[in-house]
């Protein structure tokens, strides 16, 4: 469950605010009088369920991981979350699966640090399977035009009632991570040769800048008769 906060976005020049609303979701609120509208955000988290195998993670079970892998690294997810089940099934062919989809999920691309092993307790009656499971979240903005008024009318200046609904939904829809609505990303770590290369050019005297590429130099090429 999410905690209730305040939290404070500056997106394209359109400010909103964060409270909590109900379990696995989060409401962007409008903070100004011309922002009508609101922009949920939802947790959806991906989750991948494998069967345990004796002899570790099958060739279907591999391309499965992978592809989970590459959508994880597209959304820029966060952790990723590995479950055995216990007390139910084979549990040495959990653990050999289990181990398998992280050296799977290592060798991808994954880094061993955003990997976590962890137990469960499968509901009585499922099967018990390993689960892969990050966080993912989608945004989604306001259903627009529902309700429109005599925009003539309007003897006091105020917003009628669909004003900057638009805006919000497609700031909604074309956000590249729903999360980026929530807090901002970790940076990226410095880039310590390059900066000591600068370094070294600046104590010499010489260019510390990159090489001019001719390709970006903004010339119209001659037109070729």
Known sequence: MMKSTAITLVLAGVCLTA???????????????????AIEVQSEPVTLQLAPHEGGASRRQADSLSALAQRWSDEGGGEIVIQTPIRDGDPSAAYRTASDARDILVSRGIPPGKLRMASYTA??????????????????????????????????NRPYNN????????????????????????LD???????????DKYRKGEVSSSAKDAQANGAVSSVVP
């Open 123 to 156: 509901p009585e009656g499922s099967p018990p399977a390993i689960l892969v499971t990050y966080p993912h979240y989608k945004a989604e903005g306001p259903a627009c035009g529902r309700t429109w008024e005599n925009l003539t009318a309007n003897h006091d």
């Open 19 to 37: 409270c909590a609303s109900e379990p696995g979701k989060t409401r962007m609120e409008a903070v100004t009088p011309t922002e009508q509208f």
């Open 163 to 186: 004003f900057g609904c638009s805006v919000t939904a497609n700031v909604a829809a074309q956000i590249a991570n729903s999360a980026d609505l929530l807090s901002p990303r970790d």
């Open 189 to 199: 770590p410095p880039d310590g040769a390059r900066r000591q290369q600068v370094l």
